[in-house]
């Protein structure tokens, strides 16, 4: 098995920020970056998906055991990003793209499909975090408000760090 220590080290990095993010930077009750997704939705295409969502849940894990808050919440949302990552890349990416290139790339998906990929893998991640997080307790708009904000928000930085992956 051949690894890329520069993508273990990305990774690595990622894991370090979300952890600095959640443990220091507070912007208020309505809003979260999360940029832990960006590691599973730039996996290689060749990855299954029961070998992504064993990796999203390490991840997860290892996120929230560093961060001040209810152990497997990340570990849940991530792994349900996992399970919808091949579906999301197979409906929107021919098999022929898939073969030629190694991993999802803005340049192969194009603008408006990238877009779509993160925004839809965040609003799986975002619906399940808050859905773990209070089961329903928490009145319908304002869980509401959070996954749009989060969605929006840690879509567009994601976007940012998804165009920039492959110079890395």
């Known amino acids: 098995m051949n690894i890329d220590f520069r993508k273990v080290l990305y990774a690595v990095a990622l894991i370090v920020i979300q952890c600095i993010l959640d443990n220091f930077v507070d912007l208020g009750i309505y809003v979260r970056i999360v940029l832990i997704p960006c590691i599973i939705l730039v996996l290689p295409y060749r990855y299954s998906t029961i070998s992504s969502m064993l990796l999203a849940f390490i991840?997860?894990?290892c996120v929230d055991i560093f961060t001040t808050g209810i152990i497997g919440l990340n570990a849940g949302a991530l792994t349900a990003v996992a399970f919808v990552r091949q579906?999301?890349?197979h409906a929107i990416l021919d098999e022929r793209n898939m073969e030629?290139?190694?991993s999802p790339d803005v340049k192969v998906m194009?603008?408006?499909?990238?877009?779509f990929y993160l925004f839809s893998s965040y609003l799986v991640f975002f619906c399940t975090y808050i859905f773990l997080d209070n089961f329903g307790f928490r009145p319908f708009g304002i869980n509401i408000i959070k996954i749009v904000a989060g969605t929006i928000i840690s879509s567009a930085i994601t976007l940012w760090i998804f165009k920039n992956h492959k110079k890395a």
């Open 110 to 115: 194009g603008m408006g499909k990238a877009v």
């Open 100 to 102: 030629r290139h190694d």
């Open 87 to 89: 579906k999301l890349l």
């Open 59 to 61: 991840i997860g894990v």
